[in-house]
């Protein structure tokens, strides 16, 4: 079994090859990505000398490129991660978005009608149905609710899930999609919220929380998202879409004065800053649909999720410190300074 796994140098892919090298060791995973500013070959330095793993660097929207892979490796399963992941950074600059996203998902797809393939699977986000009301909490996202988007980065995911239908009822390609909510854990770039508010906590930098902190997300631990995405690679039904989620609300004020007590930082290193446009309110995933046909459940409770994350931060801090002090700071500069 040989598997291609796009954008395998950033933090769920990466968390996905190292749960697939794991338990299936006699799978051949190849992984093709851009190394953009996301992507980090520190992060696969574990599995390089593996005989198993290969990395290609290479852009999922170079169709040559892609064919000659498919040519070289004839895989049997595709799992494109790749993507530009970040809302601040769609709402500043969507075409790259439009670009790899969209454009990246159909050259994949190409190649896999043009070689023969026995899966696609579309690692797809919650973000696609938009946001839930603050007053209802007895809504949830389930797979039949309308796509909905609020920002570039939603909108271009939202895209490539309905292309990735239409190849499925159009070419009759065999693909799965899977929506899942917000991940934590290791080697998540410091950009997004979790990994940020650890990374300044631990620096006494301050902790910039938009709004007024009260968006809410439902967060899941990146294994029980890999491991959502290895049943749906093996059992799911082809042509559906499966959310994943681990029934976690939390409010983001509620998440950094969690970092602060854990990492003993005061309170008053927490800045209101001006919120995010078109800011989601609250994403919720009902995960029904995974649970009673590939009896996928979470096994990772938040209170632990994020102990082991803040340990892991604390012991890899060379690997965020390399990339906070590169490029990043023209990124934070642009983004927080004066804002
Ligand atoms: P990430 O930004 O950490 O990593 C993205 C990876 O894709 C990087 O290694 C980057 O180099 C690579 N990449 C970008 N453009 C590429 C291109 N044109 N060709 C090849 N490689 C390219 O992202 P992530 O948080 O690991 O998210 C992975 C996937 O999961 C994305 O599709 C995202 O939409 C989806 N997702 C993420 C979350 C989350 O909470 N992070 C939740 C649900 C779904
Ligand atoms: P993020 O990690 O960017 O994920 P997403 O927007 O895809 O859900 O943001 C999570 C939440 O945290 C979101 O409501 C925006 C908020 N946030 C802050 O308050 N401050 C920050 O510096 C960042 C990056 C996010």
Redesign the pocket.
Known sequence: MTIIV?????????NFIFHMLEKYPDYRIVC?????????LSTLASVMDNPQFRFVK?????REAVYNLFEEEEPDIVV???????VDRSIENPG?FL???IM?TATMMDACRKYGIERYHQ?????VYGDLPFDRPDLLFDEETPIHTSSP?SSS?ASADLLVLAYHRTYGLPVTVS??????GP???PE?LIPLMIANALNDKPLPVYGEGINVRDW?YVED?CKAVDLVIHHGRVGEVYNIGGHNEMRNIDIVKMICDALDKPYSLITYVTDRKGHDMRYAIDPSKIHTELGWLPETKFEDGIKKTISWYLDNREWWETIISGEYRNYYKAMYVNR
């Open positions: 796009t954008g395998g140098a950033g933090f769920i892919g990466s093709l990505d851009k190394l953009t500013y996301a992507g980090n290479g852009d999922i929207c170079d494109n991660y790749a993507a530009e992941s970040h790259v670009e790899t996203n990246g690692v797809s986000t919650d973000e980065y995911k929506r899942c909510s917000n991940n934590y080697y998540h770039f997004k899941l998202h």
